[in-house]
């Protein structure tokens, strides 16, 4: 009994030291946002602020020019929940497709798919931004939100596999009862990877809620910038670099995804690990 106490003791004691050290960069940054932007760095090694400075918060808020933080988080949930419901939507379809449908090189196209998740982003930059500025959707939030209405290759290969384990009855007594293609899709496959369409929804909201490049290549306007672009504003490269109002607007920044993490966390274990009937 001692042994198993002592064990249980010592695992717990090693899981709060990982913990601690994962935790640490978020504890020093909320710590941070609270000490006055000439201390932040002189005093890094020490936590608690000296003194506490909360209008931190106040002038990090005001934001850039004639424009509050509230701008751009509210430009940062336009792109963050349009994309994300049109990047699961259209990659449930697309898997459904090729997890169901019978059609002439089906096996082609799924690996031209895999490839392209294998291709590095920086590669098609360049065709991306040319082709966006002859449709004249430079300066706009088009070049950001509609590409995501396409699918994306690792949600449709998770999708994939999560139909795959349906059974292939459901749809043989769905057509007999005069579904359709798309009406079995809606009304039969996508309730049973809602596990699997969540776990996509979580992973698109995180990538496109701290994306910086994108909006950095197409968006021009202070009216149109994202909360990733707001927070390098407040960096100067000619004066003082505001970091205290930085690093409390980035504070402010994780609030939406700690919420979204704490609120769907099981979707991601489920999504992955389950079957897609219980």
Not at 8 to 37: D, E, I, N, Q, T
Request: proline share 5%.
């Amino acid at each position: 009994m001692k042994t198993k106490l002592t064990r249980k003791w010592m695992y717990h004691l090693v899981a709060a030291a990982g913990a601690f050290l994962m935790l640490y960069p978020v504890l020093w940054l909320v710590m941070s946002s609270f000490k006055p932007s000439t201390d932040i760095f002189v005093t890094a090694e020490s936590l608690i602020p000296d003194p506490w400075i909360w209008s931190n918060y106040a002038d990090g808020w005001q934001g850039i020019g004639d424009f509050t933080f509230a701008t751009f988080i509210k430009n940062s949930l336009i792109i963050v929940i349009i994309s994300t419901i049109g990047s699961t939507f259209s990659s449930a379809l697309v898997a459904f497709g090729f997890a169901r449908l019978k059609f002439k090189g089906r096996g082609f196209w799924f690996i031209v798919m895999m490839f392209t998740l294998m291709l590095p982003n920086d590669v098609v930059l360049v065709p991306q931004y040319i082709l966006f500025a002859k449709l004249g959707w430079l300066n706009s939030m088009y070049p950001i939100i509609v590409p995501s209405f396409f699918g994306h290759p690792f949600f449709i290969f998770l999708i994939i596999q999560f139909i795959r384990t349906i059974p292939g009855e459901l749809d043989e007594a769905a057509v007999m009862d005069g579904c359709g293609k798309f009406k079995l899709f809606v009304r039969i496959i996508m309730p049973l990877v809602t596990p699997a369409m969540a776990t996509a929804a979580i992973f698109s909201f995180y990538w496109r809620w701290e994306d910086l490049l994108g909006p950095l290549l197409y968006l021009n306007k202070p009216s149109l910038y994202t909360v990733s672009m707001a927070l390098k504003m407040f960096l100067d490269n000619e004066s003082l670099s505001n970091w205290g109002a930085m690093f409390a607007m980035s504070v402010v920044s994780l609030i939406p995804v700690i919420l979204i993490f704490f609120l769907f966390q099981r979707y991601i274990v489920e999504g992955i690990s389950t079957s897609g009937l219980k």
